[in-house]
């Protein structure tokens, strides 16, 4: 059972930039997509990002695109998600998860998840 443990949220003003990370056990990491999700309160768990086996292919929701950076380092497994000109409605609960390319589906447990707070 992969372990996800993430990390790096906190309050910031809109337009401003945060950096996530995940940090995974398991020897497998390397060997799966992985993906962003975030909750905001009161709404569902929303698909964000995600990114290939092979940090090359990535893809992200129109909300996001152009604003939002998700990589990978696989020596470390850990995957990341750069967030730049940051807007009150990105305020949310972000996790990660493991997600099948193609898909915005996530496998496995979740882990605790790190709150983003955008204030206007």
């Known amino acids: 059972q992969v372990q996800l443990v993430e990390s790096g949220g906190g309050l910031v003003q809109a337009g401003g930039s945060l950096r996530l990370s995940c940090a995974a056990s398991?020897?497998?990491?390397?060997?799966?997509?992985m993906g962003w999700f975030r909750q905001a309160p009161g709404k569902e768990r929303e698909f964000v990002a995600r990114?290939?086996?092979?940090?090359?292919?990535?893809y992200y929701v129109d909300s996001v695109k152009g604003r939002f950076t998700i990589s990978r380092d696989n020596a470390k497994n850990t995957v990341y998600l750069q967030m730049n000109s940051l807007k009150p409605e990105d305020t949310a609960v972000y996790s990660c998860?493991?997600?099948?390319?193609?898909?915005?589906?996530?496998?496995?447990?979740w882990g605790q998840g790190t709150l983003v707070t955008v204030s206007s």
């Open positions: 990114i290939s086996a092979s940090g090359i292919n990535t």
């Open positions: 398991g020897s497998t990491f390397s060997n799966y997509g």
């Open positions: 998860n493991r997600v099948p390319w193609g898909t915005s589906h996530a496998l496995g447990a």
